[in-house]
């Protein structure tokens, strides 16, 4: 069965610190993957995505993923964190033709200042 | 601008009672879908619809009922027989997809909660 695992459900990091958000799935096709970033008591914001191509994908805010197909993974990163990147991060992986989303459980990020 | 609005941000249900959470967008989207939101467990999908006037259930669908009479809008019906209705519910919308898959776009989100 198809899932995402984000093993971190909290992480802190010092401001100006380098972030890195652990991903991994489970799809037996290629997969087409996504991270969305919510701010407390909004909807989710995408991050950036990865359909196929180049395995470092470039996103908004300075976020960068890595796919890396043989470790199933698909982890999120930025060189500098900002306090305002505070907030809850999840990893998706689409379902194919019908466009459905399978969610990680999140990753909650604080900034220490 | 386009995007999605969900209203209202906040709805308080008594027990035995439905309630209606409404999703209206205006980005020309075919595709549009329901999420719940509990703490700890992520995004679960809740029902889905491709096109006007078709829809199908997905994981939780137990407890809600949806309708799609207009492209612009997906409403949700939380009913009486949805026993812990308490969370956050999300909308979403995404272009019409065949093989690929399209990021989808979510609005604000309505916080339901049991009086």
């Known amino acids: 069965a198809q899932s995402v695992t984000q093993p971190d459900i909290h992480i802190t990091v010092s401001e100006g610190a380098s972030l890195e958000l652990r991903c991994n799935y489970s799809?037996?096709?290629?997969?087409?993957l996504f991270w969305y970033v919510q701010s407390p008591g909004q909807g989710l914001q995408l991050l950036l995505k990865?359909?196929?191509?180049?395995?470092l994908v470039q996103g908004i805010k300075g976020f960068e993923a890595e796919f890396k197909r043989s470790q199933s993974s698909f982890n999120l990163r930025k060189p500098s964190v900002h306090w305002s990147d505070a907030a809850e991060y999840f990893c998706a992986v689409g379902r194919g033709a019908t466009n459905k989303l399978i969610f990680g459980t999140g990753t909650l990020l604080a900034v220490q200042p | 601008d386009g995007g999605i609005t969900q209203s209202p941000k906040y709805l308080f249900r008594k027990e035995g009672q439905n309630v209606t959470l409404s999703c209206e967008q205006n980005l020309n989207h075919d595709a549009m879908y329901w999420y719940r939101q509990d703490p700890g467990q992520g995004l679960r999908l809740i029902y889905y619809s491709q096109i006007v006037n078709d829809f199908q259930k997905g994981d939780i669908a137990e407890g809600y009922s949806v309708s799609r009479e207009k492209k612009e809008s997906f409403p949700l019906t939380v009913t009486s027989a949805q026993k812990n209705p308490t969370a956050f519910y999300l909308c979403?919308?995404?272009?019409?997809?065949?093989?690929?898959?399209?990021?989808?776009?979510f609005g604000d989100g309505t916080r339901l909660s049991i009086l």
């Open positions: 990865y359909f196929s191509g180049d395995t």
């Open positions: 979403a919308s995404s272009p019409r997809t065949g093989d690929s898959n399209q990021p989808q776009h």
């Open positions: 799809y037996g096709a290629t997969p087409y």
